[in-house]
Each structure stands twice: as structure tokens, then as C-alpha cells.
């Protein structure tokens, strides 16, 4: 195991903060990258990532490691540092207001200049190149803000994998997983390991999350150049979300970094034999038609189905109370699906998003991805 500290952009004097990511293996063809905690205070997946490192560690000293493996299992120092009165605020930068897992930038466009004469008719030699004009391009931007550099470090160590998993969990949650449709068929081992319950496919969610920007130059270059040279397939980004915020234990960690470690060995990134892997619980669906239920107005959340239930059309899964009024106002699905989160308040503003439902008939256009 190798350790490298990646110094980020400094907001402030004597406020200087790194990065510290970890190596394994030496197959520097094919790679995988693990991050987590990209949003500060979702802990399982930091929980899951250490006992990661412990298991990498065994299988590198038994040689069985059939790529290259980068982990970051605190992905995000800026949002570890930010508390208020003993609470975490780790999902916003607090100076800007922005989402850490929004606002990646697009590389595609900038690459296919760059590229344009230098392909060949080499599967294997486009692939070096792209990886290495990523590294470059990482390498002399200059980041013009301390969330710009941790945005650049992280990009430049992800978006040469081929596979990339980002460790995230959800407010109140069953497991349940997001990818690509293109990369959906390669992650399925890991839905089916992990036991998640709702898969959830966009080619574009909106916002530029951390997964789809990975990606983003490896499609873009394909689809640009793909006539007229053998391109790579690329990365195949995955984000999954361990269960709900409060769900941080050593046996559920222990149990989900090991279900990790089965899909990667049955997917070929590491030697050995796993058995047959669990059916996969629900199929997969579209992402736009995943329902959203807001609150119509303030007060008392009162959840009256359970996580992971099915649910039809025209159930009511929540109640908002308002114990001065006496007025009681049902959520009801309109299309449907299993209840894969819902928040973890239980009080509820004016239009706080309560619930969530993965269906297949919402037909949601625009920012797919809830904020």
C-alpha cells in the first residue's frame, strides 16, 4: 500500500488542507477508484471504506489484486471541518452555498481539441492518451478556490478508472444505487452483493454530480471520434448509497466492504471465487421516474409506511400534522414504487421533499437528482 497527501488551495492563512488517497496494486491497466464521504457527514460509507483498506491491504499481500486501486476515505476535508453549535454541516459549502456533489466540470470538449490528431487506430494506446491529457489538463489548472482544487484533486485520480465507486448514503434509507444505463450491466454485481433495492439509471441527472462528470470526457470522446478510431469504453461510474445517515456500525460496514470486495472479484478486478451472488431485489429503473412527494405545508411528519414497501397509486405513505389546527394532510403517491427514502426531519417546512418512490410512470424532466 502506497499513501499520497494532496495538498488543496488554501482559503485562508494557517488553514492549509490535504487530501490523503490510498494505492494498492501494481496492474496500472486496469484501475479502480473508491471515494467516500463526499458529503461530510454521510458516514457509512467512511465506516465501509476503512474496513476496505484493511481487506485491499490482505488481498495486495496475497497477490490477488488484478488492478490498479485508489481509495479516499475522507474524500472531502472541507466539509469535515464544517460545524455549527455540534452539528455537521457536510452537504453545502457553507461560504458559497453550493452542493459538494454538484458543479464538476466538463472535460469532453476541451480533450476532443486536444486529441483530435493525436488518435491512432490503437484501442490501447487512446486509452493512454486519454488518461494521460486528463492528468495533464488536472495537473496545469490552476484552481482559483479551495473547493475548485479538492473538485480538480479528486477528478484527477477518478476519471482515469474504469470503474469508480463514490460511498454516499441518503437521509433515512434502504441501499439503492445510481449509475448509467451504458455502465448499468457491469454494475449489477454490485447491486445484487450489496443488496440494493432500487437501481437508478440516468445517462444525465442534472447538476453535474461527481459520477456523470468521471465519465462525461470518456462518452463525449466516443461519441466524437468513435467512427474513425477503436475507443475505449471508459469509465463506469457508480454512487452508492449505504442506507440512511444514521446507519454507521461495524457489522453493517464490515458486511457491505465485503460484499464490495465479491463484486469486484466477480467482475475480474481481483482473484478468487465468491460463490453465486443474491438475486437482485427490484430491477432497475429510470430516474426520472422516481416520484418526489413534497409537504404542502408545515408540521408534524408521520411516516405510515416503511421502508422498502411497495407502494400503489393512491397509498398514502405520510401524514403532515399540524397539532394547532388540528389539520391533517395525507401524502399520497400518484404513480407508485418502492420507498427507497424519505428525510430524516420530522418537521416538515412548506414544500420540504418528504419522500421518495422508485416507479416507473413519474416522467420527471430537468434536475433529476434531489437537493
Known amino acids: 500500500m502506497q499513501q499520497q497527501h494532496h495538498p488543496l488551495f488554501s482559503a485562508s492563512l494557517g488553514t492549509q488542507r490535504e487530501i490523503v488517497s490510498f494505492h494498492f496494486g501494481s496492474d496500472a491497466e486496469k484501475r479502480v477508484y473508491i471515494q467516500a464521504t463526499l458529503h461530510g457527514d454521510e458516514l457509512p460509507g467512511m465506516a465501509v471504506a476503512w474496513y476496505l483498506k484493511q481487506k485491499l491491504q490482505a488481498l495486495e499481500s496475497a497477490g490477488k489484486l488484478k488492478a490498479k486501486f ?14 455549527w453549535h455540534g452539528s455537521q454541516l457536510g452537504r453545502f459549502h457553507t461560504p458559497t452555498g453550493q452542493d459538494f456533489n454538484r458543479g464538476f466540470p466538463a472535460l469532453g470538449e476541451v480533450l476532443a481539441v486536444e486529441l483530435a490528431d493525436s488518435l491512432t487506430q490503437s484501442e490501447y494506446e487512446n486509452r493512454r492518451l486519454i488518461r494521460d491529457a486528463i492528468d495533464r489538463h488536472f495537473r496545469d489548472t490552476v484552481a482559483k478556490t479551495e473547493l475548485e482544487s479538492q473538485r480538480f484533486t479528486l477528478m484527477r485520480m477518478a476519471s482515469q478508472a474504469d470503474l469508480m465507486l463514490d460511498l454516499h448514503c441518503d437521509w433515512d434509507a434502504i441501499p439503492h444505487l445510481y449509475t448509467t444505463p451504458h455502465a448499468w450491466p457491469d454494475i449489477e454485481p454490485l447491486a445484487r452483493w450489496l443488496g440494493s433495492e432500487a437501481q437508478l439509471l440516468a445517462q444525465i441527472s442534472g447538476g453535474e454530480p461527481f459520477d456523470e462528470a468521471c465519465c462525461e470526457p470518456w ?39 465485503q460484499a464490495i470486495i465479491n463484486a469486484l472479484t466477480e467482475s475480474g478486478y481481483i482473484s478468487g471465487e ?12 429510470a430516474l426520472s421516474g422516481c416520484e418526489y412527494i413534497y409537504a404542502p405545508h408545515s408540521g408534524l411528519v408521520l411516516n405510515r409506511r416503511k421502508l422498502g414497501e411497495w407502494i400503489k397509486a393512491g397509498e398514502v405513505v405520510a401524514e403532515i400534522v399540524d397539532p394547532i389546527t388540528d389539520q391533517v394532510t395525507p401524502l ?40
Not at 70 to 83: I, K
Not at 227 to 245: A, K, N
Not at 274 to 285: C, D, K, N, S, Y
Not at 335 to 364: C, H, P
Open 70 to 83: 485508489t481509495l479516499v476515505p475522507v474524500s472531502n476535508p472541507l466539509a469535515m471541518g464544517q460545524h
Open 219 to 257: 462518452l463525449t470522446l466516443a461519441a466524437r471520434f468513435g467512427q474513425q478510431h477503436p475507443m475505449p469504453r471508459g469509465l463506469l461510474p457508480v454512487t452508492l448509497e449505504l442506507r440512511g445517515i444514521a446507519d454507521v456500525s461495524p457489522e453493517q460496514a464490515e458486511k457491505d466492504a
Open 274 to 285: 465468491v460463490g453465486e451472488a443474491p438475486a437482485l431485489i427490484h430491477p432497475p429503473t
Open 332 to 371: 399520497v403517491a400518484r404513480f407508485g414504487g418502492v420507498l427507497y427514502a424519505r428525510n430524516l426531519t420530522k418537521f416538515a417546512t412548506s414544500g420540504m421533499l418528504a419522500v421518495r418512490l422508485a416507479g416507473e410512470n413519474a416522467g420527471r424532466e430537468g434536475e433529476l437528482l434531489a437537493v
